[in-house]
C-alpha cells in the first residue's frame, strides 16, 4: 500500500508540472483529488486494514491530498502569470476603437502655463469670488467718486451690500485688480502672488468686446521693488512661457492705480518683428498694461507707502495664446467651434 501511495504521488506532481493551461490543469486537478481519483479509492479501502495500517495509511493520504494542493495552486499562478495577450489571435487589419478625448482650452492651458511660471518665482496664486463690492473694485483702487471708468465700464450692479454699507454695494467684478487689496489686507506685506479669473462688463457684444472674460494679474509688493524689477519680472515670465528670448518694451499709460502706468508690448513672435497681420504691421504686440501701484491703494491695504512699494500688471491671456500658435484672430478662441479647438491637443 505504502507503494501504491508513493506511486500516485509522484506520477501526480510529474501531471501537474506537465500541465500547459488552465483548463488542462483542471483537469489533473479533477483527476488526483475528485471522488473517483486513486487518493480517494484507497480512502475508502481503509476500513478492510488492520487499525494500525489504517492510521499510518491514513496519515500518508492526507499528506498527499495536501501536497497536491500546494502544488496546483502553486502551478495555477504560474499559468496566469505567464499568460500574454499575445497568446490571443490578433487581427491587426481589424480598424481600431477611437477615444474621444477632451483636451484644455489653448486660454486655460496658457493659464496653468503662467501660474508654473509664477509659481517657479515664489508668487502665490490667489482667487476671490466673482462677486466683489464698488469699494473693493473702486473706491480702494484710487478711482475718484466721480471717476468716468465708473461708468465707462458699465459694471453689473447686484442687490445688496458688503458689510451693510452704502458704498459697499455688490457688483459682478468688472476688472480683477480689488482682489490684490483683498489679499493683502488679509495676508500683509511682503506678497508676491497672481490672480487669475473671469471679469464682466455690461457692453454691447461686438468683434472686440465680450460680456466676461479671462483677465491675469500679478503683483509684488516689497521694500525695494523698482521699475527694473518689474521689467526683468516679466521678461523671466514670458522667456519662461514661450521657452526664447523676448523683447519687451514700455510706453506711458495711465491707470488710476498705478503711478507711473505704462503698456507693456513684446515683440511680434508671429513675424519676428517685421510685420503682420497679428502685430498690425508694427512689429510689436501689446499684451499688458503695469505700473507701479499708486500710494492710495497701498493705503488701502492698510500698507505705508513709504515702507512698501508694488509693482502690477495685467496679462491679456488670449493675445499671449495669438502668440503662441500665430493665430490671427481673437474671437476664435471664443467661438466654440471644435474644429478649431481640437488643433491644440
Ligand atoms: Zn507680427
Known sequence: ???????????????????????????????????????????????????????????????????????????????????????????????????????????????????????????????????????????????APDHPARQMMDTYWIEGTENKSANERLCLRPHLTGASVRYLLKHGAPARFVYPGRVYRNEDVDSGHERAFFQYEALIVDKNISFSSGMVMIQTILEKVFGREIKVRMREGFFPFVEPGYEIDMECLVCGGKGCKVCKHNGWLEIMPGGVIHPNVLKSAGLDPDEWTGFYINIGLERLVMMRYGVDDIRLFHSADLRFLSQFK
Open 1 to 143: 500500500m505504502k507503494e501504491k501511495l508513493e506511486e500516485i504521488r509522484n506520477t501526480g506532481l510529474k501531471k501537474i508540472e506537465s500541465a500547459s493551461s488552465i483548463e488542462e490543469l483542471q483537469e489533473i486537478r479533477k483527476d488526483l483529488t475528485g471522488k473517483k481519483s486513486e487518493l480517494s479509492e484507497v480512502l475508502k479501502s481503509l476500513g478492510s486494514l488492520s487499525p494500525e495500517m489504517r492510521k499510518e495509511v491514513g496519515m500518508q493520504t492526507t499528506e498527499i491530498k495536501n501536497i497536491f494542493a500546494d502544488k496546483l495552486s502553486s502551478k495555477e499562478e504560474q499559468l496566469i502569470s505567464s499568460k500574454s495577450v499575445l497568446d490571443e489571435p490578433i487581427d491587426l487589419t481589424l480598424p481600431g476603437t477611437k477615444v474621444n478625448d477632451g483636451s484644455l482650452h489653448p486660454v486655460t492651458q496658457m493659464c496653468y502655463d503662467l501660474n508654473d511660471a509664477f509659481s517657479s518665482l515664489g508668487f502665490e496664486v490667489f482667487s476671490e469670488d466673482d462677486i466683489s463690492s464698488e469699494k473693493f473694485v473702486f473706491d480702494n483702487l484710487n478711482f
